[in-house]
């Protein structure tokens, strides 16, 4: 609960809500983020021992890596799935509209 307060409710006083608000996201995008943060370290915290810790990193990091394979190797049909894990952002985000000089 302390972490979702403070990635929500102080990004609200600090005036950053109407900064992220006025980019092209959704209504919810921020409570979508901190809730994804807080699960993801409640996953990794909870566990008991390192071994633990470092099983769950390394599921979630090959899962990633999985989804993204799925969707450059799918064809047109399952590209929407790279979007989903943050390693296939960085191929689908084209920041100046495509290698062209």
Not at 65 to 84: A, K
């Amino acid at each position: 609960m302390i972490l979702l307060v403070k990635h929500t409710r102080s990004d609200e006083e600090q005036g950053r809500r109407e900064l992220v608000g006025s980019a092209a996201v959704a209504r919810q995008a921020p409570l979508s983020a901190a809730l994804t943060v807080v699960l993801a370290a409640n996953a990794v915290l909870v566990s008991q021992s390192a071994r633990m810790a470092g099983a769950v990193s390394f599921t979630v990091f090959f899962a990633a890596y999985l989804i993204r394979g799925l969707s450059d190797l799918g064809g047109p049909s399952l590209h929407w799935l790279g979007w989903l894990v943050p390693n296939g952002w960085f191929l689908r985000a084209r920041a100046f509209g495509g290698e062209q000089w």
